[in-house]
């Protein structure tokens, strides 16, 4: 696999592009993760973020779930990819071995979990916001045939029971169908 490091910058813009586009007044609207709010999904994404740089560095980071994001989401989660990016720079990290949630493996990995995390994420908060669905085909494409060349675990965490498509779905539905989500039609 080449360096997946850009497709991450590419899904973290993504990102903070939608986040930043979130009004105070959505961060109570329901997700398509039906246990969290809008700033409930913002902020598993920053916490996300934080815990992997904590793996990666050997440093303590957040307890799962534990609020990162303050008075200002959208700040918190540039900084919180900020880091990541940092921490993924770092020399040799790409081939450390880690714990991934698919067994060990190198630091690569950890980046292509985090680009389909983001994108499907992304996805989530267009959906909850209104906003278009229609994500960057590139990190989709990689996102989607990623997701498919393995079993992934279904039934709780990032990944529901595979969902049916309206039949004019985009890429990006799609995307997020198989993933689990329940896609409105167009």
Known sequence: MEDPRELLRRAGDVAAGLISGVSPAQLGNPSPCTEWSVRDLINHMANGNLRVVALVSGEPGPDRGEDVLGADPASAFRDSFRRLCTAFDAEG??????????????????????????????????????????????????????????????????????????????????????????????
């Open 93 to 186: 990290v790409l081939e450390r071995i880690f714990p991934t949630p698919f067994g060990d493996g190198p630091g690569s990995q950890l980046v292509v979990i985090r680009v389909i995390e983001l994108t499907v994420h992304s996805w989530d908060l267009a959906a909850a916001t209104g906003k278009p669905r229609d994500l960057d085909p590139v990190l989709v494409a990689f996102a989607e045939s990623t997701l498919r060349a393995r079993p992934i675990p279904r039934g709780g965490g990032s990944f529901g029971v595979e969902q049916p498509g309206p039949q004019e779905a985009t890429a990006a539905d799609r995307l997020a169908a198989y993933a689990g989500r329940k896609v409105p039609d167009l």
